[in-house]
């Protein structure tokens, strides 16, 4: 028996508030033989924690591959842009690869799950919380 995901559950999992956010960015990765590859896309939903991006001309980036993301300089407008993204390229890992296109067979979007530096992420983490038997 399959079971349904709904919108509510999904989002109360989420890390980090989204923002609908349109802006033009490039995406960069290595492909499978090591060459630097590259494609322009256009942020959709925005976050702290990644980000969705919308692929009109990509080729398709397997799931799970690092890539570099920076915004286009003539992005203006960045309010609800997480501080990261506006500081300049944001190493990232494919997170979920957007269903195929029918008309050129590559995939719409991509969601980005951004990488962070550990030393940087337990800074800015709060002290863990301890469970006392009684």
């Known amino acids: 028996m399959a079971t349904r995901v709904s919108p509510v559950s999904i989002a109360a999992r ?3 508030e989204r923002q609908t956010v349109a802006l033009p960015a490039r995406l960069t990765w290595k492909d499978a033989t090591g060459a630097v590859r ?3 896309v256009t942020t959709r939903d925005v976050s ?3 980000v969705f991006v919308e692929a009109e001309h990509a080729a398709a980036i397997p ?13 203006r407008d960045m309010a609800g842009v997480p501080e990261r ?30 990488l962070v530096d550990p030393a940087t992420h337990a800074e800015h983490r709060s002290a863990p919380e301890m469970a006392v038997a009684s």
């Open 14 to 16: 989420r890390r980090a």
């Open 38 to 40: 590259f494609t322009s």
């Open 63 to 75: 799931l799970f591959r690092i890539v570099h993301l920076q915004l286009e300089r003539t992005a």
């Open 85 to 114: 993204l506006r500081e300049g390229r944001v190493l990232s890992a494919v997170w979920r690869v957007a269903p195929c296109r029918a008309s050129n067979g590559t995939p719409a979007g991509y969601a980005l799950r951004f």
């Open 48 to 50: 702290d924690a990644g």
